[in-house]
């Protein structure tokens, strides 16, 4: 029997140490180490931050990389832990799935000791490294086929004050959206294994899928940001500056709120995420391309709402997703 997961070092151990997580091999790979980076101030909150889940989603590995040089200098207490890549060989690849075995690891939480590379990975972050935490931070991007502003992210959750407290958690990243996305497509999420053991868990998204110098300084901006609101770390937060401006708000989606491509073709956006919409604003224009003489069909707003998100850069299928509208949290 192969030997079960852990960590290669002692993270009870104050101040800063690195080491691995290491994950089982199996039939269709070895074993793999990923690095961790732990550092223990003592008493406070127990944060867990976590990056590379997907791997076509790269800014979240970055930041996670710069944490690691300047806090250790920072005055904090607490315990934070930092696992800047979790799923190394979809990161390899530049894919969101693993490549060995198809697998999306934030659809196979807790994972499996005896199951593919994936869920062997989910596995081993489900038992070893959430079991240190109280809060978590996992950082993703939206990738390169939406244009989505940055965003702190939760699903809701039946807890009422565990997600009260997630959304005011999420706001305190202070970035241009806090989202409560109600979506049917959750089962095997890294989050709701998280809140289910009572624990805040919070996203944080991106669209674009090229790393950029701004993008990077706003996720940036706020995982410090985080960082002073669980009091693990003293300083002032701020809204980092996004297309000039300075502020945040709290918006919420649910599955009805997403459109859908009426036919195949490529998606013109007509707006731009944040834009105010009212009922029958343009979107944007799908153009099929299979026969000319098939017209061009305006895409428009259902209602009064925001646009969150909007499809760019990819041939569309029937039924795709090509904008997402949402509303101001009601709690
Ligand atoms: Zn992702």
Redesign the pocket.
């Known amino acids: 029997m192969s030997e079960a997961p852990h960590l290669t070092f002692d993270l009870v151990s104050p101040g800063v140490s690195m080491g691995h997580l290491f994950v089982p091999g199996g039939a269709d790979c070895g074993e793999l180490s990923l690095p961790v980076f732990s550092l223990n101030k003592g008493e406070g909150p127990r944060l867990l931050v976590t990056r590379g889940?997907?791997g076509n989603?790269l800014e979240g590995p970055l930041v996670a990389r710069q944490l690691i040089e300047w806090l250790p200098e920072a005055p904090t207490g607490g315990r934070v832990i930092v696992l800047p890549v979790l799923n190394p060989l979809a990161v390899e690849a530049w894919s969101?799935n693993t490549p060995l075995d198809g697998l999306n690891l934030?659809r196979v939480f807790p994972g499996r000791a005896d199951g593919s590379v994936t869920e062997r990975i989910g596995d081993a972050v489900s038992r070893v490294l959430l079991a240190m935490a109280d809060t978590v931070f996992d950082l993703?991007?939206?990738?390169p086929t939406w244009d989505f502003p940055p965003a702190a992210t939760t699903h809701p959750i039946a807890d009422r004050d565990l997600m009260a407290r997630t959304v005011r958690m999420a706001e305190a990243f202070k970035l241009p959206l806090a989202l409560v996305w109600d979506c049917n497509d959750t089962a095997g999420m890294f989050d709701i294994l998280a809140q289910n053991q009572g624990k805040v868990f919070v996203?944080a998204?991106f669209g674009g899928g090229t790393v950029g110098a701004d993008n990077l300084a706003i996720y940036e901006a706020g995982v410090r940001n985080e960082l002073i609101a669980l009091g693990l770390l003293e300083g002032q937060a701020e809204y980092p500056t996004f297309r000039q401006e300075k502020s945040g708000q709290t918006l919420e989606t649910h599955p009805s709120d997403e459109l859908k491509s009426p036919a195949p073709g490529i998606f013109e956006p007509g707006c731009s995420v944040l834009d105010e919409v009212k009922q029958g604003d343009l979107l944007g224009i799908l153009h099929p391309m299979e026969s000319l003489s098939s017209e061009s069909i305006d895409i428009r707003a259902p209602g009064r709402s925001l646009v969150v998100a909007i499809r760019s850069g990819a041939h569309v299928e029937m039924n795709e997703g090509i904008a997402i509208v949402a509303r101001p949290l009601k709690i």
Not at 140 to 143: A, L, Q, V, Y
């Open positions: 889940n997907h989603e969101r934030n993703h991007s939206f990738g996203c998204e």
